[in-house]
């Protein structure tokens, strides 16, 4: 199957009432693990590689892994770079034809707005679609903490949109990146707002621990991209956790690592089910907002 941009993939399968799952992807194994749940789903999905994640493996050797997996895959795949900010890796990617995501959300608005015009520009002449963000998504991949403007204002981004021409935006409605502390309430108002002024694909990071019912809402209102990243990670780890209590302890790769791999399949499995609304009810209709 051939590797779609972020753009291609939206526009075919981000429909009303449907959301592309995207999940972050460290190596070979959570490669093959989000690969082989969006194939037995049969659905599409975007491989996140974050800026973060390059600390552990070089972008030319995650990117092949992926590139691999979307070229034998029976889905359609993009392949993303995640909260690219340094301008070195955003133009490695473009060069390799990677859809970016670039985080300027801790910029003052007109930096934003400067800067990432700058990277949509380049990477629409390199053939490839921008994700950018206004309003601040703290934890996690995003390395960025900045509560000057934590919420992304429908006006503003209205702006941000046209004035950057960027495919999708990353938008700020109460989500944030890891664990909610407490618990969580998505700004399902502001998120009407933002979709009744803004009219390419808005993205919903900070995907895991949020309610099935928030995420459901998200949809019906206009979200058409999710991430995902710490569910996965935790399942992982947990796996890992569980074969190596084991007396003996297994010290073969494959039997290490197969058991991670699967809990991969089955939380990517789960996150893609509960995207797809099975259960989603007509909640707007019902005023739940
Ligand atoms: P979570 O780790 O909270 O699922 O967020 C992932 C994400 O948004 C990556 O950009």
């Given at each position: 199957?051939?590797?779609?941009?972020?753009?291609?993939?939206?526009?075919?399968?981000?429909?009303?009432?449907?959301?592309?799952?995207?999940?972050?992807?460290?190596?070979?194994?959570?490669?093959?693990?989000?690969?082989?749940?969006?194939?037995?789903?049969?659905?599409?999905?975007?491989?996140?590689?974050?800026?973060?994640?390059?600390?552990?493996?070089?972008?030319?050797?995650?990117?092949?892994?992926?590139?691999?997996?979307?070229?034998?895959?029976?889905?359609?795949?993009?392949?993303?770079?995640?909260?690219g900010?340094?301008?070195?890796?955003?133009?490695?990617?473009?060069?390799?034809?990677?859809?970016?995501?670039f985080?300027?959300?801790?910029?003052?608005?007109?930096?934003?707005?400067?800067?990432t015009?700058?990277y949509?520009?380049?990477?629409?002449?390199?053939?490839?679609?921008?994700?950018a963000?206004?309003?601040?998504?703290?934890?996690?991949?995003?390395?960025?903490?900045?509560?000057?403007?934590?919420?992304?204002?429908?006006?503003?981004?209205?702006?941000?949109?046209?004035?950057?021409?960027?495919?999708?935006?990353?938008?700020?409605?109460?989500?944030?990146?890891?664990?909610?502390?407490?618990?969580?309430?998505?700004?399902?108002?502001?998120?009407?707002?933002?979709?009744?002024?803004?009219?390419?694909?808005?993205?919903?990071?900070?995907?895991?621990?949020?309610?099935?019912?928030?995420?459901?809402?998200?949809?019906?209102?206009?979200?058409?991209?999710?991430?995902?990243?710490?569910?996965?990670?935790?399942?992982?780890?947990?796996?890992?956790?569980?074969?190596?209590?084991?007396?003996?302890?297994?010290?073969?790769?494959?039997?290490?690592?197969?058991?991670?791999?699967?809990?991969?399949?089955?939380?990517?499995?789960?996150?893609?089910?509960?995207?797809?609304?099975?259960?989603?009810?007509?909640?707007?209709?019902?005023?739940?907002?």
């Open positions: 199957m051939s590797i779609y941009t972020l753009a291609a993939l939206l526009d075919k399968f981000g429909h009303e009432n449907h959301a592309v799952c995207s999940f972050n992807v460290y190596n070979m194994e959570f490669t093959q693990g989000v690969m082989q749940a969006a194939q037995e789903e049969n659905v599409p999905v975007v491989l996140m590689i974050s800026e973060l994640a390059l600390e552990f493996t070089p972008l030319e050797m995650i990117a092949t892994i992926c590139q691999t997996a979307a070229r034998n895959s029976t889905v359609p795949v993009c392949i993303l770079l995640d909260h900010n340094s301008s070195a890796v955003i133009q490695e990617c473009l060069r390799m034809g990677i859809s970016v995501m985080d300027g959300s801790n910029l003052p608005l007109e930096e934003n707005i400067q800067l015009a700058y949509a520009d380049l990477a629409h002449r390199h053939h490839v679609s921008i994700e963000e206004l309003g601040s998504i703290s934890g996690g991949e995003s390395q960025i903490e900045s509560n000057t403007r934590p919420f992304t204002d429908p006006a503003e981004a209205e702006r941000f949109m046209r004035e950057t021409g960027i495919d999708a935006l990353a938008i700020s409605i109460g989500n944030r990146h890891g664990f909610y502390k407490g618990k969580t309430e998505l700004d399902f108002s502001r998120l009407k707002a933002i979709r009744e002024k803004v009219d390419i694909p808005l993205v919903l990071h900070g995907g895991s621990d949020l309610p099935e019912s928030q995420i459901n809402l998200a949809i019906e209102y206009g979200i058409r991209k999710i991430n995902f990243g710490t569910d996965v990670k935790f399942a992982f780890a947990q796996a890992m956790k569980q074969v190596l209590s084991q007396d003996p302890m297994p010290f073969q790769p494959i039997q290490i690592l197969s058991p991670c791999r699967n809990a991969v399949v089955e939380e990517v499995r789960k996150k893609i089910r509960i995207s797809r609304g099975e259960g989603r009810a007509g909640r707007v209709a019902a005023g739940a907002v």
